[in-house]
Structure formats: C-alpha cells, structure tokens
C-alpha cells in the first residue's frame, strides 16, 4: 500500500479529523505483516501512523530512503531518477505526465 498523505477530507463523512485517522489506522490494519507500507516521510500524520504499522514500511520523499526526480517528460510519460540511500539507481518510466516548473 502506498500513504501519500492524509488531511481532514470528506467532511460529510467524518466527523472530525480524529474520525479521518481512525480510518486510516483501520486501512493500515489490514496490510499482512508480510506486507509493505510505502509512506511520505514528508507529510507528518503519515509518518505518525506509519510508525504504528505492523507490516514493513519504506518511506521516501526529502527525509526518506527512497526519492524520485522528474528528468523529463515525454510523448510516452513521465521519467523519474529513482534513488535510495543517496544511490542512484536508475530511471523509471510511467505513463502519467507530470507538470513541471
């Protein structure tokens, strides 16, 4: 499973943002041990629940192990640097496009 982030949203469903996490630690729940969470080191209240996950979790973003940077962007996609630890581990291309500035 990968957590990208997690805010108070649908407010017609939840009742407050405590009600949003509950959720959250019910979906996390359900990853096997043998399982693995991919987390955003980045966003505090996933890196809150990760730290409560029973399954394997690799983080990535500024302050995690893994990272991706867009080189460029093509007809096909969007090409990532992927790196972990500071490695450098290749490119990975997916066909989704990403706006760059």
Same mark, same amino acid.
């Given at each position: 499973m990968i957590l990208t982030s997690i805010e108070y949203d649908?407010?017609?469903i939840y009742q407050d943002f405590e009600a949003v996490k509950r959720a959250f630690r019910q979906l996390l729940a359900l990853i096997p041990k043998?399982?693995?969470?991919?987390a955003?080191?980045?966003?505090?209240?996933?890196r809150e629940?990760?730290?409560?996950? +029973?399954? +394997?979790?690799?983080?990535y973003g500024k302050e995690g192990r893994w990272s991706?940077?867009? *080189? +460029?962007? *093509?007809p096909?996609?969007?090409v990532f640097q992927l790196q972990r630890a500071g490695e450098t581990l290749g490119e990975l291309e997916i066909?989704?496009?990403?706006i760059t500035t």
């Open positions: 649908h407010a017609d043998q399982g693995i969470l991919i955003n080191a980045d966003d505090a209240v996933v629940m990760a730290s409560d996950s +029973r399954s +394997r979790v690799e983080i991706a940077s867009v *080189t +460029r962007v *093509t096909q996609g969007t066909p989704l496009w990403a």
